[in-house]
Structures are given as C-alpha cells and as structure tokens.
C-alpha cells in the first residue's frame, strides 16, 4: 500500500496563491501517475492535474493557465502550484498515485483549500 503524505492548502484570498505537495512512500517512484484530485460538498472527486514518469500532464480545463503540477523523482513527491486561484477553486484536495502495472490506486488524507474574501 502506497502511502501519500500532503501538505499545503490553507485559506486564501481569490487572485492569491497556493502550494501543495505530496510525499510517497514508494520503492520506485517512475512507475506511478501522481495527481491531484478535488472534492466539494455533495459531489465526486474530480481530476485537476495529474502527471506521469515522463512529466507528461493532464489537467482539467477549469484550472489550465492557473495550475502547474512537477514531480520530483529524487524526493519522490509531487508539487502543485496553484496561481490565481477563484473561489470556485475551494474544496479538499486529495493526492493520488496509480501503479502503471495493475492500475492500483492510493490516496492521500486530503488537505482544505478555501478561496473567500
């Protein structure tokens, strides 16, 4: 069982700016796609950016040009940098790994981010 470490999030006004990392416990980190998932009241979680081995991303529409994902291979963790954020950015975001082999899944405890005035 993969264990994912978060950091980060807090409040914030919109127009500010947030960090969030994830540290994994894992042998080898290349073979997972790390990401990060959001989750409001009432709804699913939903994909906000996720990046593989070859730091090939993928992010929702809703926060491309605000958000940047990386990955540090040597730490094992990943990082998202989340700029400009809006009040509709608020909500707990949970850090995901995939093993590429099985298609096993992980998540992290989840860390608040509230975007408000």
């Known amino acids: 069982q993969v264990q994912l470490v978060e950091s980060g999030g807090g409040l914030v006004q919109p127009g500010g700016s947030l960090r969030l990392s994830c540290a994994a416990s894992v042998r080898i980190f290349s073979v997972f796609v790390m990401g990060w998932y959001r989750q409001t009241p009432g709804n699913q979680r939903e994909l906000v950016a996720e990046i593989d081995a070859g730091d090939i991303t993928n992010y929702a529409d809703s926060v491309k040009g605000r958000f940047t994902i990386s990955r540090d291979s040597e730490l094992k963790t990943i990082t998202l940098q989340m700029n400009n954020l809006k009040p509709e950015d608020t909500g707990v975001y949970y850090c995901?790994?995939?093993?590429?082999?099985?298609?096993?899944?992980?998540w992290g405890q989840g860390t608040q981010v509230t975007v408000s005035k």
């Open positions: 995901h790994s995939r093993f590429v082999g099985s298609g096993s899944v992980s």
